[in-house]
T-cell receptor, first 115, second 113 residues
Framework: AQKVTQAQTEISVVEKEDVTLDCVYETRDTTYYLFWYKQPPSGELVFLIRRNSFDEQNEISGRYSWNFQKSTSSFNFTITASQVVDSAVYFCALSEAIGANNLFFGTGTRLTVIP | NAGVTQTPKFRVLKTGQSMTLLCAQDMNHEYMYWYRQDPGMGLRLIHYSVGEGTTAKGEVPDGYNVSRLKKQNFLLGLESAAPSQTSVYFC????????????FGQGTRLTVV
């Protein structure tokens, strides 16, 4: 069975602080894909990144970076020098190779950046 | 560049009423999905479709029906609404390429009183 756990329900940081959002996943498949989505206060879901299970290389995109570790089944997301515009709910999700790209979501982490 | 469009955006229903949520995508995607989002529970898959004329159950299908008569449209129906169906509903679509990201609509906030 698939499961995505985001243990941090809510995080508050002061602007310019760094923050890491944790994501731990479970799957029996050897081929799978991991995602992060952002949901700002306006409510839409914005795709941030995708990783496949064969690519453990960490990725950096501006102030965002992702750390994928198969050994610990984790796919953590770090925001460097946080800004007020980063305030949102962030979802980690998993899809498996067999299936219709169905996404299994974690429960989300609400990040509040205080100016 | 519309992407995925959901109508309506807001709706209030009385218990027992029926309604249909419409989702339209203009990206020629084969796969389409309906999710519901509830506080503290993330998004959960209700039903999905792998192509025109096909539908399949997701994690929480009870109380809902769907239809995919045209490739670009995916309809979600509530035959007899219940307060437990108060939620935010998201439609999404994706290509058939494994692991590709899903594109989401703006969501429909449904309240059943």
């Amino acid at each position: 069975a698939q499961k995505v756990t985001q243990a941090q329900t809510e995080i508050s940081v002061v602007e310019k602080e760094d923050v890491t959002l944790d994501c731990v996943y479970e799957t029996r498949d050897t081929t799978y894909y991991l995602f992060w989505y952002k949901q700002p206060p306006s409510g839409e879901l914005v795709f941030l990144i995708r990783r496949n299970s064969f690519d453990e290389q960490n990725e950096i995109s501006g102030r965002y970076s992702w750390n994928f570790q198969k050994s610990t089944s984790s796919f953590n997301f770090t925001i460097t020098a946080s800004q007020v515009v980063d305030s949102a709910v962030y979802f980690c999700a998993l899809s498996e190779a067999i299936g219709a790209n169905n996404l299994f979501f974690g429960t989300g982490t609400r990040l509040t950046v205080i100016p | 560049n519309a992407g995925v469009t959901q109508t309506p955006k807001f709706r209030v229903l009385k218990t027992g009423q029926s309604m249909t949520l419409l989702c339209a995508q203009d990206m020629n995607h084969e796969y389409m999905y309906w999710y519901r989002q509830d506080p503290g529970m993330g998004l959960r898959l209700i039903h999905y479709s792998v192509g025109e004329g096909t539908t399949a159950k997701g994690e929480v299908p009870d109380g809902y029906n769907v239809s995919r008569l045209k490739k670009q449209n995916f309809l979600l129906g509530l035959e007899s609404a219940a307060p437990s169906q108060t939620s935010v509903y998201f439609c999404a679509s994706s290509s058939t390429l494994p692991g590709t990201e899903a594109f989401f609509g703006q969501g429909t906030r449904l309240t059943v009183v």
